[in-house]
Nanobody
Framework: QVQLEESGGGSVQPGGSLRLSCAAS????????MSWVRQAPGKGPEWVSS????????IYTDAVKGRFTISRDNAKKTLYLQMSGLKPDDAGVYYC?????????????WGQGTQVTVSS
């Protein structure tokens, strides 16, 4: 059974940082592209970033380039998203997703999400 469990969300002030983690199980983690997707209140899902199998290649939506860093540890079967310079527009639920490259995978391949709040 595929499981993706996100953690690390919370409430920060604008300009702050958070590191999200996603523990994967139930599938061969190292053989999948992985992504982060977010959804702000009242809005549709937005693809944020993807990483290739080894972690050597990454892509980001323009809104987070230079502020967010996606990474993975295949030995630990864990995906990360380091977020810095957070803005109110970055608030929402962040989902770890199996697959995807430049777009959000099917909803069935997402975790349950972790809430990120950015407010002064």
């Amino acid at each position: 059974q595929v499981q993706l469990e996100e953690s690390g969300g919370g409430s920060v002030q604008p300009g702050g940082s958070l590191r999200l983690s996603c523990a994967a199980s139930g599938f061969s983690f190292s053989t999948y592209l992985m992504s982060w997707v977010r959804q702000a209140p009242g809005k549709g899902p937005e693809w944020v970033s993807s990483i290739d199998f080894s972690g050597a290649n990454t892509i980001y939506t323009d809104a987070v380039k230079g502020r967010f860093t996606i990474s993975r540890d295949n030995a630990k079967k864990t995906l990360y998203l380091q977020m810095s310079g957070l803005k109110p527009d970055d608030a929402g639920v962040y989902y770890c997703a199996r697959g995807g490259w430049g777009s959000a995978p099917h909803r069935a391949d997402w975790g349950q999400g972790t809430q990120v709040t950015v407010s002064s």
